[in-house]
């Protein structure tokens, strides 16, 4: 099965747009469980809501969106082969709810 050329990029075009990906969300990185955990706890006496993106054991990324009292509000159906994939999930779901969201109220008693 052949990509489509369209869809082909090439590794700096990538690294690229996944730095401005990270530009636009103000990605911020971090590499220990203490790093992590300052940035976690910064965010929550700020109150401020913020989406957390990791690996799991097989390698695939998630994203993980935090309220900003601390809690866990909305995990990421899917999983993502690579963090390109991920940061493009949650600029998309950003974008979503820049706009007002549609909500269906389901009563089911």
């Avoid at 730095?19 to 940035?39: I, W």
Wanted: overall charge negative; aromatic content about 8%; charged content about 25%.
């Amino acid at each position: 099965m052949s990509q489509d050329p369209e869809q082909v990029i090439d590794a700096a075009e990538l690294e690229t747009e996944i730095d401005v990906l990270q530009t636009t969300l103000d990605a911020t990185t971090v590499k220990t469980e203490e790093e992590l955990e300052k940035k976690q706890t910064a965010y929550k006496d700020a109150k401020q809501p913020y989406v957390e993106i990791a690996t799991d054991e097989e390698g695939q990324w998630h994203w993980l969106l935090w309220a900003g009292n601390g809690q866990p509000v909305a995990l990421c159906a899917f999983s993502y082969a690579t963090r390109h994939e991920c940061l493009h999930s949650v600029r998309l779901a950003y974008e979503q709810f820049l706009t007002k969201p549609q909500v269906v109220l389901v009563h089911t008693n």
